[in-house]
C-alpha cells in the first residue's frame, strides 16, 4: 500500500519539470552551504579579508597581492571547525599592480584606488619572519586572484560572501521550519482532536496572533531575545506556526470522525496513540507542503531583517545584510553588489514556493 503510493507520488512529481529543476537548486544551495568555505576563494572566517584599496570593483577584476605573514606557525584546524568557521587568517594581503626582487627586499607598486599607487618596499624579514628559502619566495609572497562576482565597499570578495552567507539563509529556514513544525502540528492536533475547551483556548491564541502582522511580532521578539544568530532563528520560528496549526487542526477534525478512529476509540487506544499513530500520519502530506512554504518565508523574513540592521550582524555574512551594505550603488555604476544577493534571495525562494505547489499537486490523492 505504502509502496503504490509512494510510486504514484513521484510518477506525478516527476513530470513536473518546474519542480525537478527546483529541487535541484534547493540540494544545490544546501550542498554550497554545507562546503560554503572550501568553495569560497576567501576562506578565512565570514570571508571578512578587508581590502579597501580595492572596494566595489566590478565582476572579473583581477589583483596581484603581497602577503604579509602576522605568523608562520600552521594554526591547527581540525575539518569540522574548518568546515563551520573557515580559516583564522595568517597574513595581511597588500594589492599590487606590479613587484620587483631583489636579494633580501621586494619592491612593489601598492594600489592606493583605482587611479594611484604608490611604491613600497618590504625586506622579505619584514614579510616573513622565519627563514624562507630563496626558491620560494615568489610562492611564498605572491598570490593572484580574480574576483569573479567584484568586490564590496571594504574589498571583500563577493562570491565568498554569497557563498557563506547561503548558510545562514538555509539554516534559518531549516531551524524555524523545525519550530514552527512542531508548534503547529502539536497545537492543531491537540485542537482539533479534544475540542471544547482545549481548541478554544488554541482557536483564540491562533486568532491573537493572526491578527498581529508577522514582521512586528518578529520585531518584539528579537527585541526581546536581542540581536544576533540564534535569535533570529527563534523569532522566525516562533511566529510560524499559526498557520501550520489552522491547517492541521482542520485535517484532525475530519479525520477524528472516520469509522477507523472511532474504531480505535472503540478499542481502548488511549487519545496520544490515536493521534500520534494513526491521525498525524494521514496528515503527513498537508505538513510537508507548509513546510515548504515556511522555508520560503522564513528566507523573506530572515533577509527583511537583516537589511533593517535586527538580524544577522556583521562581520556575519547574509544575503539580507550584504543588500543593507550595497544598496546605496543601486544607482551607481555598481548595482550588481545588491542585485546579486537579491537574485539568491529570489531564486531560492521561488524554488521553494514551486517545490511546495508541486508537493501539493503530487500529495493530492484526489488528483
Known sequence: MITNTNSRFWKRFRKNKAALASLLVIVLVILIALFA????????????????????????????????????DEPKTNLFNYLMHGKVSQVVLIPIQRYTLSKDSIHVEHIMDENSTETLSFSIKQLY????????????????????????RYGRDLLSRLLIGSRVSMAVGFIAVLISIFIGVLLGALSG?????????????????????????????????????????????????????????????????????????????????????????????????????????????EAGLSFLGIGVQPPTSSWGLMIKENYNFIITNHPMLAIIPGLAIMLI???FNLLGNALRDALDVKG
Open 193 to 301: 482532536f479534544f475540542g471544547g475547551w482545549v481548541d478554544q483556548i488554541i482557536t483564540w491564541l491562533i486568532n491573537v496572533l493572526w491578527a498581529i502582522p508577522t514582521l512586528l511580532l518578529v520585531f518584539a521578539i528579537t527585541f526581546a531575545l536581542g540581536k544576533g544568530f540564534w535569535q533570529i532563528f527563534i523569532a522566525v520560528g516562533f511566529t510560524m506556526w499559526v498557520g501550520t496549526a489552522r491547517l492541521i487542526r482542520g485535517q484532525v477534525m475530519a479525520l477524528k470522525e472516520l469509522e477507523y478512529i472511532q474504531a480505535a476509540r472503540v478499542m481502548g487506544f488511549s487519545s496520544l496513540r490515536i493521534i500520534v499513530k494513526h491521525i498525524l500520519p494521514n496528515v503527513l502530506g498537508p505538513t510537508i507542503v507548509m513546510a515548504a512554504s515556511n522555508f520560503a518565508t522564513a528566507i523573506l523574513i
Open 37 to 72: 568555505y572550501p568553495l569560497s576563494p576567501d576562506d578565512s572566517t565570514d570571508a571578512n579579508t578587508m581590502m579597501v584599496e580595492i572596494g566595489t570593483r566590478k565582476p572579473g577584476f583581477a589583483c596581484s597581492f603581497l602577503k604579509k605573514y602576522t605568523t608562520t
Open 349 to 351: 525562494v521561488l524554488a
Open 129 to 152: 619572519p622565519a627563514d624562507l628559502d630563496p626558491s620560494s619566495i615568489h610562492e611564498k609572497l605572491i598570490m593572484h586572484r580574480t574576483f569573479w562576482l567584484g568586490t564590496d
